[in-house]
């Protein structure tokens, strides 16, 4: 089946810095999404972003589909922004969702 | 408000015991989905339905079953537990499966 992977695995930032996490995917795939999980264990979708690039305040993310990976860009970074950010793909062959491992960020204040 | 609820939110019980997940979303979504998040392995998706009366199976679905008898409703049950299937569980809905996913808040469950 499809392979996600995410990097880095952990991260430390000060905050107000900037960041990339990547996710790369070893098939095609019909959709990618970027949650983050808060330091609660709750669950947010972030961007539905099978392509291209999408931005939603501090937050961006553009998926290039025929090179497999996605990005995730944190701009000014906020303590609020530690948690875990997963990326998830469906893959062309059915309506499976398959989850990277995620990237664990934490900022420091 | 919008919401996927789950319950219980915790629950210890012991080997072969069964028990049952709930789940309900109140968006009218067609797609749902199981999920068991454990350490350093991300989500894995136990089972879907993209609708009633159809469900799949997803990666990892020994140990579990699920029904989907009315749009609103996607249990999760567990018919004799063991202590693998200790973890945290999502359920999540969206609209189809090709669009955004919304999740519950999650059960911790603890097999003895």
């Known amino acids: 089946g499809i392979q996600v992977e995410q990097s880095p695995p952990d991260l430390i930032l000060q905050e107000g810095a900037n960041s990339t996490l990547r996710c790369n995917f070893s098939?095609?795939?019909?959709?990618l999404q970027w949650f983050h999980q808060n330091p609660w264990g709750q669950l947010i979708n972030l961007f539905y972003i099978p392509s291209g690039t999408k931005q939603n305040g501090r937050l961006s993310a553009t998926t290039v589909a025929t090179e497999r990976y996605s990005l995730l860009y944190i701009s000014s970074s906020q303590t609020t922004d530690s948690g875990v950010y997963f990326c998830?793909?469906?893959?062309?062959?059915?309506?499976?969702?398959?989850f990277g491992a995620g990237t664990r960020l934490f900022v420091k204040a | 408000e919008a919401q996927v609820t789950q319950n219980p939110r915790y629950l210890i019980t012991v080997t072969g015991k069964k028990l049952t997940v709930t789940c309900s979303q109140n968006m009218n979504h067609e797609y749902m989905s199981w999920y068991r998040q454990d350490p350093g392995l991300g989500l894995r998706q136990i089972y879907y339905s993209m609708n009633v009366e159809v469900t799949d199976k997803g990666d990892v679905p020994e140990g579990y079953k699920v029904s989907r008898k009315e749009k609103r409703n996607f249990p999760l049950i567990l018919e004799s537990p063991s202590p693998n299937q200790t973890s945290l569980y999502f359920c999540a809905s969206s609209l189809g499966p090709r669009e955004t996913q919304y999740f519950g808040p999650g059960t911790r469950l603890l097999v003895l």
């Open positions: 098939d095609s795939v019909n959709n």
């Open positions: 998830a793909v469906e893959s062309t062959g059915g309506f499976k969702t398959i």
